[in-house]
């Protein structure tokens, strides 16, 4: 049990349902108390709990004050359903609880406390710690059961916790909450006050209570009476609480659960207990898929080839000279005349007469001889070698 301003251990509870811890009323009473209940918190250390849980709601029991019912109650934010629970002691089962009985006693208390100054002085709390005690008295008009043990009990910081009790068919019962140290245990100064033997408050007698309160049913075998009622949830409890399967993160969980009860009646179901379901087992995680094969790389498109120049367009073939007339090509040639000495004497005359170079005038005057300048005569002869070069270069 946690202080709510401090989050210090203040006293230990039992985890009777899911949502419900029972504790001792004067572990919460203002005019004994230093704290008020906040969380619960679950493990093996006060100083380091696995889980803390808030509670929503707490109250002392009524008669707490008048007739010392040294009870308490508390619901929490939000249910516990991993750890297994050990009910309460109920109707016949109450039978085996008699002097001589053994009980196991457990709490987060100091392992040591004295009496120094008329001061208690307590150390060593928050390791969680059990020892077994021997029942020697039950005064049940004060819910008291009285027990005692070898150099062992509960202290300071126990209060609240539970007294177990193995029953014949080996599980185990809650019978109630550590309350005050033992009345005869020595307490003089110096002297160990924990060491003899511890006081418990009885839950059994006042169950109608307690489920009034939390407004569930605490008591699965039973009614509020003590009367034998089993449902479905009458079975599965541990048979070794003190010997989990797991670890505290996985809820203590454990194999180690008796069948249907059947302690005071017939069972639930002749069948064995029902089996928890189990856990789903986690999905696979799918597989990657593939990466996509990269897609290969365009070929580049071959260059184009470049056009072919276009070819030269043909040069125009010269137009062919004009025949001379006849008569006129043996005067313009200076060929085919059987008389040399007329034809000079005819260019002669003409060129002088008509200021055309060595020209027959009647050539010159229809076009068939190119002009020249006073500088000189173009003769056929040049012409004759002009026209085979145009025909080489137009081949090329």
């Known amino acids: ?11 230990t509870g039992t985890l009777i349902h899911p949502q419900v811890v029972l504790f001792a009323a004067h572990c919460m009473d203002p005019e004994l108390s230093w704290a008020t209940p906040g969380s619960i918190g679950l493990g093996e250390n006060a100083g380091a709990p696995v889980a803390q849980i808030d509670v929503v709601d707490c109250a002392m029991h009524p008669r707490w004050q008048t007739d010392d019912y040294d009870l308490a109650i508390c619901t929490l934010a939000q249910p516990v359903t991993a750890v297994p629970r050990v009910p309460l002691l109920m109707g016949c089962e109450v039978e085996q609880l008699v002097p001589g009985a053994q009980v196991t006693i457990i709490g987060y208390g100091a392992d040591s406390a004295t009496l120094e100054g008329g001061e208690v002085f307590a150390e060593g709390s928050g390791p969680k710690r059990y020892t077994t005690q ?16 070898a150099d062992t009990g509960g202290c300071f910081g126990d209060s609240g916790g539970p007294a177990m009790l193995q029953l ?13 140290i033992h009345p005869e245990a020595p307490q003089e100064e110096g002297e160990e006050l924990c060491d003899y033997g511890t006081v418990y408050d009885a839950y059994w007698p006042e169950v109608e209570w307690l489920e009034s309160f939390a407004g569930v049913d605490l008591t699965p075998c039973h009614t509020s ?26 809820g203590c969980a454990t194999a180690d659960l008796g069948a249907y009860s059947a302690s005071c009646g017939e069972p639930y179901s002749q069948g064995p207990w029902m089996e928890p379901e189990p856990e789903p087992e986690p999905e696979p995680e799918p597989e990657p898929e593939p990466e996509p094969e990269p897609e290969p790389e365009p070929e580049p498109e071959p260059e184009p080839e470049p056009e072919p120049e276009p070819e030269p367009e043909p040069e125009p073939e010269p137009e062919p000279e004009p025949e001379p007339e006849p008569g006129a090509s043996d005067v313009g040639t200076g060929t085919g005349g059987d008389s040399d000495s007329g034809l000079g004497t005819d260019t002669d005359t003409d060129a002088s007469a008509s200021g055309s170079a060595g020209f ?31 025909r080489r270069r137009r081949r090329g």
């Open 1 to 11: 049990m946690l202080d709510a301003q401090t989050d210090s251990l203040f006293c």
């Open 134 to 149: 021997t029942i020697t008295e039950l005064f049940l008009d004060y819910l008291d059961v009285w027990m005692v043990g």
């Open 168 to 180: 014949a068919d080996g599980t185990w019962r809650v019978v109630g909450a550590a309350s005050t």
């Open 225 to 250: 009476d003590g009367t034998w009622a089993a449902s479905e949830y009458c079975g599965g409890f541990p048979t070794a609480p003190g010997v989990p399967g797991s670890s505290w993160n996985q």
């Open 360 to 390: 027959n005038s009647d050539l010159v005057g229809r076009g068939c001889v190119c002009g020249v300048d006073s500088g000189g005569a173009l003769g056929f002869g040049l012409l004759g070698l002009l026209l085979p070069a145009l």
